[in-house]
């Protein structure tokens, strides 16, 4: 398939890596024809630094390494996108993609909430732990306090829906949900992998 692939004029070709489970778009990167053998070989990026003239695999140094699920080529195969399962933020900069300077934002079609969204987001405190965060908190104080937490909002929507009040029972819910997530993103669980066991267990 390699021969396939049209690599440009100086031997590279465009990787954008994305994440598996989010399809959220983690970096642009470029590979040559070795680091492409490379990556197939290992199971693992390997990129070519343009900057530095030499091979470049992924957490090498910095330990987040990127575990290759697929790789497709556009339709003029002059392109790639590589979707992974990374140990770690994606960006050097320790975020967990490299795109996040927002250039523009149409907030009227943008403002769609996303449970996968405020995943992505707790993973981003998780990797940052910006001070006074709530999310950071919790990170900072491990899975013996995730968990009770968990523990204690469970027991708050058995209360409020004992009490027969929906007002009550969606707010307890949503803290439920919002506390899972952030036990998910500290075991390395993602919502898709949640939706797949769901879908597996399915009989129509």
């Known amino acids: 398939m390699i021969e396939k692939l049209k690599f440009g004029k100086d031997g590279l070709i465009p990787a954008v890596v994305q994440d598996f489970y989010t399809k959220e778009v983690l970096t642009l990167a470029y590979m040559n024809r070795e680091s492409l053998e490379i990556s197939l070989k290992e199971g693992k990026t390997c990129f070519y630094s343009r900057s ?22 556009d339709c003029d195969r002059d392109a790639l996108v590589v979707e992974v399962i990374k ?23 943008n403002a769609k909430f996303t449970l996968n969204g405020l995943y992505n987001l707790i993973l981003e405190r998780k990797f940052a732990m910006p001070e006074g965060s709530y999310t950071t908190y919790l990170f900072d104080k491990g899975i013996e306090k995730i968990l009770k937490k968990v523990g204690e909002e469970s027991a708050e929507v058995i209360i409020a829906a004992m009490k027969g009040s929906k007002e009550e029972t969606v707010y307890e819910i949503s803290d439920l949900v919002y506390h899972t997530l952030v036990l998910m993103a500290e075991a390395g669980i993602s919502p898709v992998e949640i939706l797949e066991e769901l879908k597996g267990r399915h009989k129509s």
């Open 52 to 73: 530095r003239q030499e091979l470049w695999r992924k957490g090498a140094t910095s330990g987040n390494i990127q575990h290759i699920v697929k790789i497709t080529a």
């Open 87 to 109: 140990d770690g933020p994606a960006c050097h900069t320790g975020e967990n993609s490299c795109f996040n300077e927002e250039i523009f934002n149409n907030k009227e079609t």
